[in-house]
């Protein structure tokens, strides 16, 4: 019911180019309704009327489940991913910082390697946890950040300033290299 263009067509066109949480929220309460709006990629499917603090529920889970386990691990392509000051080979897990080669453990190459592949992304501890050390137990927030120190003292060139990897106060960390 919305103009131009129907919410079925809208949840088709994001669900090709994005896994991003849709919810649905319609007056069309038949089930057919609610089979073909699941069935296109909508990962909630509300009907009027509706409440709406269990709209903010359902929102907040999503947004939680999507947060933890919706970013897509395939590794990056390229063999070389190359910033501003810092060149990775991702073959021979080896890292060069303004020329010279800088030796990291092979869990803070995945680190940062999973940062550098989606740069401006922002991740928890808890993403990069689950993600780099592939473990949903026993997860440590010190453990994440205890590595992104001792990377932040090997690959930056003033660690107390970073320019690669950069905190969110509040949420997590981010990489902030230029793509040379």
Same mark, same amino acid.
């Given at each position: 019911?919305? =103009?131009?263009?129907? @919410?079925? #067509?809208?949840?088709?066109?994001?669900?090709?180019?994005?896994?991003? =949480?849709?919810?649905?929220?319609?007056?069309?309460?038949?089930?057919?309704?609610?089979?073909?709006?699941?069935?296109?990629?909508?990962?909630?499917?509300?009907?009027? /009327?509706?409440?709406?603090?269990?709209?903010?529920?359902?929102?907040?889970? +999503?947004?939680?489940?999507?947060?933890?386990?919706?970013? #897509?691990?395939?590794? /990056?392509?390229?063999?070389?991913?190359?910033?501003?000051?810092?060149?990775? #080979?991702?073959?021979?897990?080896?890292?060069?910082?303004?020329?010279?080669?800088? /030796?990291?453990?092979?869990?803070?190459?995945?680190?940062?390697?999973?940062?550098?592949?989606? =740069?401006?992304?922002?991740?928890?501890?808890? *993403?990069?946890?689950?993600?780099?050390?592939?473990?949903?137990?026993?997860?440590?927030?010190?453990?994440?950040?205890?590595?992104?120190?001792?990377?932040? +003292?090997?690959?930056? /060139?003033? =660690?107390?300033?970073? *320019?690669?990897?950069?905190?969110?106060?509040?949420?997590?960390?981010?990489?902030? @290299?230029?793509?040379?």
């Amino acid at each position: 019911m919305m =103009p131009k263009v129907d @919410g079925i #067509e809208v949840c088709r066109q994001i669900r090709s180019k994005s896994n991003v =949480p849709i919810v649905m929220l319609t007056a069309k309460d038949l089930e057919t309704d609610k089979i073909v709006g699941l069935g296109i990629g909508a990962d909630d499917y509300i009907t009027k /009327p509706f409440s709406i603090a269990e709209v903010i529920a359902r929102v907040k889970a +999503l947004m939680r489940r999507y947060l933890i386990l919706g970013i #897509e691990l395939s590794p /990056p392509e390229q063999e070389t991913m190359k910033f501003k000051g810092l060149t990775m #080979e991702l073959k021979t897990y080896t890292v060069q910082v303004a020329g010279g080669p800088v /030796p990291l453990t092979a869990k803070e190459f995945e680190l940062l390697k999973f940062l550098a592949s989606r =740069p401006g992304q922002v991740f928890t501890k808890t *993403q990069l946890f689950r993600n780099v050390w592939a473990s949903q137990y026993l997860e440590d927030d010190n453990t994440v950040m205890v590595h992104i120190r001792k990377l932040r +003292l090997k690959i930056e /060139p003033d =660690p107390s300033h970073p *320019q690669y990897i950069q905190t969110v106060w509040g949420i997590g960390y981010k990489f902030a @290299g230029e793509r040379e």
